[in-house]
């Protein structure tokens, strides 16, 4: 099992930053990829952004050049910074954290409880 601890987030005005943390702990493998979704009630979560243990990252098209993820292997935490924020990215942000024994296996996923995220005037 892996535990995930998530903190950050909050309320902002339009054009402002923030930033996001995540660290996990338990039963962790040496490769592992880390990230952030997002869900507004009603819809699907998405993806956000993800940086894998070799550091190799994905952005949603709609976060490029305002969000940078960024992860410490040794701690294995992963951070997002988010800036010049927009109403659009209101929503519930989760940490994800995914792993597999080995390039045979299947990926398991863990989720964090979730962080409110408000872009507003």
């Known amino acids: 099992q892996v535990q995930l601890v998530e903190s950050g987030g909050g309320f902002v005005q339009p054009g402002g930053s923030l930033g996001l943390s995540c660290a996990a702990s338990?039963?962790?493998?040496?490769?592992?990829?880390m990230g952030w979704y997002r869900q507004v009630s009603g819809t699907e979560r998405e993806l956000v952004a993800t940086i894998s243990s070799g550091g190799t990252t994905e952005y949603a098209d709609s976060v490029k050049g305002r969000f940078t993820i960024s992860r410490n292997y040794a701690k294995k935490t992963v951070s997002l910074q988010m800036n010049s924020l927009k109403p659009e990215d209101t929503a519930v942000y989760f940490c994800d954290f995914r792993q597999r024994r080995n390039v045979l296996a299947k990926y398991t996923d863990y989720w964090g409880r979730g962080t409110q995220v408000t872009v507003a005037p």
């Open positions: 338990g039963n962790i493998f040496n490769v592992f990829i």
